[in-house]
Antibody, heavy 121, light 110 residues
Framework: EVQLVESGGGLVQPGRSLRLSCAASGFTFDDYAMHWVRQVPGKGLEWVSGISWNGGSIDYGDSVKGRFNISRDNAKNSLHLQMNSLRADDTALYYC??????????????WGQGTTVTVSS | QSVLTQPPSASGTPGQRVTISCSGSSSNIGSNTVNWYQQLPGAAPKLLIYSNDQRPSGVPDRFSGSKSGTSASLAISGLQSEDEADYYCAAWHDSLNGHVFGTGTKVTVL
C-alpha cells in the first residue's frame, strides 16, 4: 500500500523558515515524480512544486518561486520542501503527493494526510 | 490562483446523474490530460479520474470523465449520499510549467 507521511509543519513567524518532509513507502520511490500541494482550510487546492523522478526537473508555483525549494532523497525515500521568507498567506495544509509517472507533468495520484503550516507573529 | 473554471455547486437526488464542467484553455486542458479529484469532508483529496477518462482501481464505474477541446467533464451517475464532497479538476499548464486546479465544485445530495 502506498503511504505518504508528512511532517515538519508548525507555527512560525513571518520571515522565518520551515522545512517539510514526506516519508514515502509502498512503491518504488525513484520511479515517480513527487509534488507538494497546499490548501487553505475551506478553500481550493494550489499546486506548490513538483520534482521529477531523479530531481533533474523542478518547477514552482508563481506564489512561492524564489522562496521555496523542493528536493528529494531517493536513497531514503523522502521528499522535502524548504520554505524560506514565509508570509501569512503561506498558511495552509501542505500535502505530499505521488506522481502518476516519472515526469512532473504526468499528474498526481496518491495524497498524504498533510501537515499544517501557520505563519503568524 | 485557479486557472480552471468549475461551477461552485451541483446537486441531485439519490440515483440521479450529475455533471461537473471544467473549463480551461489551449495551454492546459487543450494540450494535456485532465485528472479529477474527490475530497470528502475532513479528508485528503483522492484521485477519481486520470488521463481524461480512466478510473483507478477501486473507483466505482458510476464516475466517468470526458474531454473535448479546452473543456472536461465529470459525470456521476446513480448519485449516492457518500458522493457528497468537493470535486476538483486539474491539468498541466504548458506556459506556467506547473499543474493548475479547478475552482472546485461542491456536490450535494438532496
Amino acid at each position: 500500500e502506498v503511504q505518504l507521511v508528512e511532517s515538519g509543519g508548525g507555527l512560525v513567524q513571518p520571515g522565518r523558515s520551515l522545512r517539510l518532509s514526506c516519508a514515502a513507502s509502498g512503491f518504488t520511490f525513484d520511479d515517480y515524480a513527487m509534488h507538494w500541494v497546499r490548501q487553505v482550510p475551506g478553500k481550493g487546492l494550489e499546486w506548490v512544486s513538483g520534482i521529477s523522478w531523479n530531481g533533474g526537473s523542478i518547477d514552482y508555483g508563481d506564489s512561492v518561486k524564489g522562496r521555496f525549494n523542493i528536493s528529494r532523497d531517493n536513497a531514503k525515500n523522502s521528499l522535502h520542501l524548504q520554505m524560506n521568507s514565509l508570509r501569512a498567506d503561506d498558511t495552509a495544509l501542505y500535502y505530499c503527493i505521488k506522481g502518476v509517472g516519472a515526469a512532473r507533468r504526468d499528474g498526481m495520484d496518491v495524497w498524504g494526510q498533510g501537515t499544517t503550516v501557520t505563519v503568524s507573529s | 490562483q485557479s486557472v480552471l473554471t468549475q461551477p461552485p455547486s451541483a446537486s441531485g437526488t439519490p440515483g440521479q446523474r450529475v455533471t461537473i464542467s471544467c473549463s480551461g484553455s489551449s495551454s492546459n486542458i487543450g494540450s494535456n490530460t485532465v485528472n479529477w479529484y474527490q475530497q470528502l469532508p475532513g479528508a485528503a483529496p483522492k484521485l477519481l479520474i486520470y488521463s481524461n477518462d480512466q478510473r483507478p482501481s477501486g473507483v466505482p464505474d458510476r464516475f466517468s470523465g470526458s474531454k473535448s477541446g479546452t473543456s472536461a467533464s465529470l459525470a456521476i451517475s446513480g448519485l449516492q449520499s457518500e458522493d457528497e464532497a468537493d470535486y476538483y479538476c486539474a491539468a498541466w499548464h504548458d506556459s506556467l510549467n506547473g499543474h493548475v486546479f479547478g475552482t472546485g465544485t461542491k456536490v450535494t445530495v438532496l
